[in-house]
């Protein structure tokens, strides 16, 4: 079964500073990939970024950017710049060889002015 | 853009009820999926299905039923409603994609049940 590690406590971070959020992951299939979803207070779930277990390079979308180190299992999401908008939960997912995603348990970010 | 409808946002159900939780997606998706997401739980899979017809159990299947007749709606029944059902529930739909290729999931807004 797949496994997805967030194990951070909840987070308090500056505005406009970089936050790192880590993730792990398991699993022996060797075409997978990662997200990463934020849910603020609103309870939606919003898509932030991907990366394909095959993709070279780290996956970046605006001021999100992944840090995949394969080896290590793990996909690490850096907000760099961080907003007072950017307080929510934010959750890891992987897609599996059998196309199911499962998700982590989340990381709580908190950005104070 | 409707997206992933889901009805109701929310409901109330006494233990030993039954009930549905409808899920629409108008995308052509042919994935969809259950979660259920508790405190500290994070998204846990119930059911899943990978297209009209075929469908298959995630993590906590147990008191969930659910089918795909169509490839728009993906229905989660609950048989007999238990207080450990209390949760928010997300369907979600995404396309099949290509090895490698972005599948984002696409979410509903939920459904926040009660069991008393």
């Known amino acids: 079964a797949q496994k997805i590690t967030q194990t951070q406590p909840g987070m308090f971070v500056q505005e406009k500073e970089a936050v790192t959020l880590d993730c792990t992951y398991d699993?022996?299939?060797?075409?997978?990939?990662l997200f990463w979803y934020k849910q603020p207070s609103s309870g939606e779930m919003i898509f932030l970024i991907y990366?394909?277990?095959?993709?070279?390079q780290n996956a970046t979308e605006g001021r999100y950017s992944l840090n995949f180190q394969k080896a290590r299992k793990s996909a690490n999401l850096v907000i760099s710049a961080s907003q007072l908008g950017d307080s929510a939960m934010y959750f890891c997912?992987?897609?599996?060889?059998?196309?199911?995603?499962?998700f982590g348990k989340g990381n709580q970010v908190v950005v104070i002015p | 853009n409707a997206g992933v409808t889901q009805t109701p946002k929310f409901q109330v159900l006494k233990t030993g009820q039954s009930m549905t939780l409808q899920c629409a997606q108008d995308m052509n998706h042919e994935y969809m999926s259950w979660y259920r997401q508790d405190p500290g739980m994070g998204l846990r899979l119930i059911h899943y299905s990978v297209g009209a017809g075929i469908t298959d159990q995630g993590e906590v299947p147990n008191g969930y039923n659910v089918s795909r007749s169509t490839t728009e709606d993906f229905p989660l029944r609950l048989l007999s409603a238990a207080p450990s059902q209390t949760s928010v529930y997300f369907c979600?739909?995404?396309?099949?994609?290509?090895?490698?290729?972005?599948?984002?999931?696409?979410f509903g807004q939920g459904t926040r049940l009660t069991v008393v």
């Open positions: 699993t022996s299939d060797q075409s997978y990939g």
């Open positions: 997912a992987m897609r599996d060889g059998n196309n199911r995603l499962a």
């Open positions: 979600a739909s995404r396309p099949r994609g290509v090895q490698n290729q972005n599948t984002e999931a696409f």
């Open positions: 990366q394909g277990s095959y993709d070279e």
